[in-house]
């Protein structure tokens, strides 16, 4: 559903960006003086919380720089972890979502200068060029999983709404740190713009969740989780936006769990990081909620809900999500499954720890997030810790290591890490003048 802008200001604003007018936005925007300052933390970073910190996106932004095709800069959706040479994994399916992670991630590396900066542009110039020029899409959205090299969809993948908004957060965060850079700005602006955000709402107010064998999937992203950055790209674009009321559409159920009431549902404790990676909801709320306070309140919930679940649960061990685990790919839950049981009671719950569960959730409760980091490097990093940091996931009772890392999730990590650190992706992201109109579209203000 399209309906027609009723707003001046926005009917102005839809209208699609001439290149040469959003370079000199985004120039503009980076030379402006800077967000506001991340609130304070209940405890300053120590020496050594910023080494392991550094240590953690020095090695995340690795994988991404190593496991991504040099022929079309896709980056793979897993790898293994432990290995000395950082070659190209024989497995070749690379994931849209890795890819948005990824070309966040080569800011961070470019900002921190843990690489060169030259190959770190032609890396970015690359897949960009591959995902405009070369890369299927309908109506702009994208397979969710592809062959590396030939950009095949894997057989099952469906074209994803969700994945390829996080691939979009990606491509519109390198167009605002490498603004000065013409072809970058040609080819992400070009991306984002052809997505045809109407298209994937099928006649609803409801995005559906993509299209399989060409025809749309019936479930639709209709609650609260990560799906305000799918919402608000479309709210922002200046060529296909959706209309305001579609923000309205959604629900937001309201979790009661140990005292702690919020938005949320019986989802992984990722639904909670995701959006926030890039859009930065700090002291301002639309009028529903205060979603950043709501994403502390998840993670304290899911900090005390770990706990409940006893050993080997505890202040230096805790966090679960979705992750590898010693039977397969699991969506491990949390609040809001029920109420009382034993450790196997909740969803399988086994004694796993998933470190990107307190890595994503950096920004929302730094000094209970790092005390788990520090443990988890300091007690296991002999069997959990490689060359790209943390393996996806461990259960060390049973002496169980993931052999992989995901991309997604060292990329939540490494993201939110910058985040608390210097808010450098909130700051970045936010250069790009959708943004704003989005955030205003959507009825956010100052809180």
């Keep these: 559903m399209h309906k027609s802008i009723k707003n001046p200001e926005d009917a102005k604003s839809a209208k699609s960006i001439d290149r040469r007018s959003l370079l000199k936005l985004l120039t503009a925007s980076a030379l402006a003086p800077s967000w506001p300052a991340f609130a304070a933390a209940p405890?300053?970073?120590?020496?050594?919380?910023?080494?392991?910190?550094?240590?953690?996106?020095?090695?995340?932004?690795?994988?991404?720089?190593?496991?991504?095709?040099?022929?079309?800069?896709?980056?793979?959706?897993?790898?293994?972890?432990?290995?000395d040479s950082g070659a190209l994994d024989s497995r070749r399916m690379a994931s849209i979502a890795a890819t948005g992670f990824g070309l966040t991630a080569l800011c961070i590396a470019d900002q921190r200068a843990y690489q060169p900066t030259k190959p770190i542009l032609e890396q970015?110039?690359?897949t960009l060029r591959f995902h405009c020029d070369s890369l299927p899409n309908q109506h702009g959205f994208f397979s969710h999983f592809n062959d590396l090299e030939t950009g095949e969809p894997f057989r099952?993948?469906?074209?994803?709404?969700?994945?390829?908004?996080?691939?979009?957060?990606?491509?519109?965060?390198?167009?605002?740190?490498?603004?000065?850079d013409a072809e970058i700005v040609r080819l992400a602006t070009t991306i984002y713009e052809r997505v045809d955000w109407p298209w994937m709402l099928n006649g609803g107010t409801m995005f559906s969740m993509g299209v399989r064998n060409g025809k749309f999937l019936d479930a639709r992203w209709n609650h609260y989780c990560e799906l305000m950055m799918l919402y608000l790209l479309a709210l922002g674009s200046p060529?296909?936006?959706?209309?305001?009321?579609?923000?309205?559409?959604?629900s937001r159920p309201v979790i009661h769990y140990a005292g702690f009431d919020y938005i949320g549902a019986a989802d992984p404790l990722f639904v909670h990081q995701?959006?926030?990676?890039?859009?930065?909801?700090?002291?301002?709320?639309?009028?529903?909620?205060?979603?950043?306070?709501?994403?502390?309140?998840?993670?304290?919930?899911?900090?005390?809900?770990?706990l409940s679940l006893g050993k080997p649960y505890s202040p230096d061990y805790w966090g679960i999500s979705a992750s590898d685990s010693q039977h397969g790919y699991t969506a491990w839950g949390g609040p809001g499954i029920r109420d009382a049981g034993?450790?196997?009671?909740?969803?399988?719950?086994?004694?796993?720890?998933?470190?990107?569960?307190?890595?994503?959730?950096?920004?929302?409760?730094?000094?209970?997030?790092?005390?788990?980091?520090?443990?988890?490097?300091?007690?296991?990093?002999?069997?959990?810790?490689?060359?790209?940091?943390?393996?996806d996931a461990f259960h060390p009772d049973a002496q169980w290591y993931d052999p992989d890392v995901l991309g997604i999730d060292l990329g939540i990590g490494v993201l939110m890490a910058e985040n608390l650190r210097t808010g450098f992706v909130w700051k970045t992201f936010a250069r790009n003048p959708e943004v704003a109109v989005a955030m205003r579209r959507a009825g956010f203000h100052k809180s």
């Design 43 to 83: 405890r300053a970073l120590t020496p050594a919380d910023e080494a392991l910190l550094d240590d953690i996106q020095r090695r995340g932004c690795l994988f991404f720089a190593e496991q991504a095709s040099p022929n079309t800069g896709q980056v793979l959706d897993r790898a293994k972890g432990h290995t």
């Design 124 to 126: 970015v110039r690359r």
């Design 342 to 391: 034993t450790v196997q009671g909740y969803g399988g719950i086994d004694g796993s720890v998933v470190p990107y569960a307190t890595a994503g959730s950096l920004p929302f409760l730094p000094a209970d997030c790092l005390r788990v980091q520090h443990s988890l490097k300091e007690r296991y990093g002999k069997d959990a810790w490689g060359r790209y940091g943390f393996c």
């Design 239 to 250: 060529t296909h936006p959706i209309d305001p009321a579609c923000w309205d559409a959604w």
């Design 274 to 306: 995701y959006s926030h990676a890039w859009f930065d909801f700090r002291n301002q709320r639309d009028k529903y909620a205060d979603y950043f306070a709501n994403s502390i309140l998840a993670t304290r919930a899911h900090l005390a809900f770990c």
């Design 156 to 180: 099952g993948s469906e074209i994803s709404s969700i994945d390829t908004s996080l691939l979009l957060c990606g491509v519109l965060t390198a167009r605002a740190h490498f603004h000065r």
